[in-house]
């Protein structure tokens, strides 16, 4: 994802020994002259105003501000000697850069309400104008939409035992299944009937309509409409390409500076098209013969133009009698169903269900 830079915003850090909020510029605290050390943060202002001058950004693109090891004072990320001390820079350490710290603001920055008088003050004041007191920074909009509140959370009651009786229910029932698919019993049957259904469904050439890309659209087919639609999301810009990007955000640059980027994306469209080909489709008219003979016979079809038959379908059936019940099995070709001539003998294995597991010729 593509970062796009808009500007900078002077950040603020609070100084630990007496409250007191300072521009990100100033290196000491503007109240009690004690140094920022390096352990406070910046934080995202109160008041924000982007700044796109070059002056800024030559001070951002030298680097994180050096952090003096003999006093701890910051010093521009150029300096050799300590701005406060003269001490050497040469084994200073830079400070942490690239921490987000809030989302850009746009709307004017509520007042803040001094904690010692209760006197309301601009936002981008530091000291009460009443009493003198330093200000906090007051309410501070989250960076981030908060998330959808959580429904109330209730006592569970344990899954463990619900998932036992299931498991055991489940059990019982697949035991049950392969007990009475195992062999039940082995008689004699005598073919009394036999049958034969043939069916030969008849297709037809018609238009069937699709949706796809214009580029993915058959060469014989008709284009019936098209729309544009988003095909690809990209890291870079191209022709064509729709900007896409989020909520301006702050990044601490280590230099009291915050850097102000958006997440982008581009938008590629294409023609997203409906289009219409013609296809072979069952029509719902059929070609059927049935007999209760040995001599089973296909139909005579009868095509129109633009018609062709479709996948034909065999069905065989046999009734058997056996020990004065009737049990029915259905041959799986027609080879195999020219050998229950009626009034032969076969014996028969069922299972417990009463299905023929096996059956072969007495």
């Keep these: ?88 820079l040469t084994g200073g350490k830079p400070r942490e850069a690239g921490e987000v710290v809030g989302a850009l603001q746009t709307e004017p920055a509520p007042p803040i309400i001094c904690p010692h008088c209760g006197a309301s003050n601009p936002a981008d004041r530091t000291k009460c104008a009443q009493c003198g007191g330093a200000l906090g920074r007051g309410p501070q909009p989250s960076p981030e939409p908060e998330p959808a509140p959580r429904p109330e959370s209730r006592a569970k009651p344990s899954l463990g035992l619900g998932c036992l009786l299931i498991a055991l229910v489940v059990s019982l029932i697949i035991g049950a299944i392969l007990f009475m698919s195992t062999v039940g019993s082995e008689t004699i049957g005598t073919v009394q009937a036999v049958g034969w259904h043939y069916v030969i469904p008849i297709e037809q050439l018609q238009p069937v309509q699709y949706e796809g890309w214009h580029d993915e659209v058959p060469a014989n087919a008709e284009v019936l409409r098209c729309v544009q639609r988003v095909r690809h999301r990209i890291d870079e810009p191209v022709a064509g390409a729709i900007e896409v990007c989020g909520t301006p955000y702050i990044v601490d640059t280590g230099t009291g500076q915050g850097q102000v980027v958006q997440d982008c994306m581009y938008e590629v469209s294409d023609d997203w098209c409906r289009f219409s080909v013609y296809e072979w489709r069952v029509s719902g008219m059929v070609a059927e013969a049935t007999g209760s003979d040995m001599y089973p016979s296909w139909p005579t079809l009868s095509l129109a133009q633009g018609q062709r038959a479709g996948a034909a379908n065999e069905e065989y059936l046999v009734l058997l009698l056996a020990d004065d019940r009737e049990v029915r099995y259905s041959p799986h070709s027609l080879e195999e169903y020219r050998r229950f001539t009626p009034g032969s003998a076969w014996v028969i294995t069922t299972n417990r269900l009463g299905g023929v597991t096996s059956i072969a010729p007495r």
């Excluded at 409250?19 to 995202?44: D, L, Q, W």
């Design 1 to 88: 994802m593509a970062k796009k830079q808009l500007g900078y915003v002077e950040l603020e850090w609070i100084c630990p020994s007496c409250g007191t909020r300072n521009a990100g510029r100033t290196r000491v605290c503007s109240n009690c002259g004690a140094a920022m050390p390096k352990e406070a943060k910046f934080h995202a202002p109160t008041s924000q105003e982007l700044d796109t001058s070059a002056e800024t950004e030559a001070i951002v693109a030298a680097g994180p501000d050096i952090v003096c090891p003999f006093c701890g004072t910051r010093n521009r990320a150029t300096a050799t000697e300590c701005s406060q001390c003269g001490g050497d």
